[in-house]
């Protein structure tokens, strides 16, 4: 079991096609358990973060804080992590929650590069991209704007150059440019423990969110995306 001082948090990362769960205790990420997420369904997940807590020797009434990827993502998985999520903060006493975007938890992949300005880029499909641009602040990857869905030369023109670029949607687009640089691929996913440290640090920032108010990301609000659909269905 927990010290009475000791403060447990997980981190819930299920928007990618790789899963994960991450364990901390205090200031330190304790261990990282990574799985198919191709595996969407709910008991799934329970029955990972079940055993990792006995591992530890732990039950889910020591957790303190949990972080979970917000997205955007995928829209199923999104929707796993959270419901698990949010079922902690009504079945856990004084758990707190805290929601972590994905282009912060990418960018956590790429904290300690060198780079002058950053670009997250996710797919937001009919050839367009959900993008969002960083800075550095006190060492670490700060939004330098909100995020955006443009076609992908409207944002290589609208963004300062030098350029490094990451994020899953390199896969889908073409960002080759003068003064733009691309991470290597293996970097371009979010992670459970880069979910953990942005949201150990919104933690730090007493930046939590009831659970009735955890919701998903989306790159585009979802009315827009039934608007599409209906448009497309009844042409």
């Not at 939004?143 to 030369?153: D, F, L």
């Not at 992670?191 to 920032?205: F, I, K, M, S, Y």
Request: hydrophobic content about 45%.
């Amino acid at each position: 079991m927990a010290r009475m001082s000791e403060l447990i948090s997980i981190a819930i990362e299920t928007s990618c096609r790789v899963g994960g769960i991450a364990l901390g205790r205090g200031d330190a990420l304790r261990r990282v358990v990574t799985f198919d997420a191709s595996m969407r369904h709910a008991t799934h997940l329970v029955s990972r973060l079940r055993q990792l807590l006995l591992d530890e020797g732990l039950a889910p009434a020591d957790l303190r804080h949990a972080y979970v990827a917000a997205g955007p993502g995928s829209f199923t998985g999104l929707r796993v992590g959270i419901t698990v999520a949010r079922t902690l903060g009504q079945l856990v006493g004084n758990l707190k929650l805290a929601a972590v975007p994905t282009t912060l938890a990418v960018a956590e992949n790429v904290r300690d590069l060198a780079w002058e300005n950053l670009g997250v880029i996710l797919d937001a499909r009919e050839g367009l991209v959900y993008a969002e641009r960083f800075t550095r602040r006190d060492g670490q990857p700060a939004p330098a704007a909100s995020p955006i869905v443009q076609a992908p030369a409207e944002f290589l023109a609208g963004s300062p150059r030098p350029l490094t670029l990451v994020g899953e949607g390199l896969g889908y687009h073409d960002l080759r440019a003068d003064g733009v640089e691309l991470v290597p691929q293996e970097l371009w996913l979010p992670t459970a423990a880069g979910v953990w440290q942005v949201g150990h640090r919104l933690a730090g920032q007493g930046r939590f969110v009831d659970f009735n108010h955890l919701l998903p990301i989306y790159t585009r609000p979802p009315a827009v995306l039934r608007a599409r659909t209906v448009n497309s269905l009844t042409r």
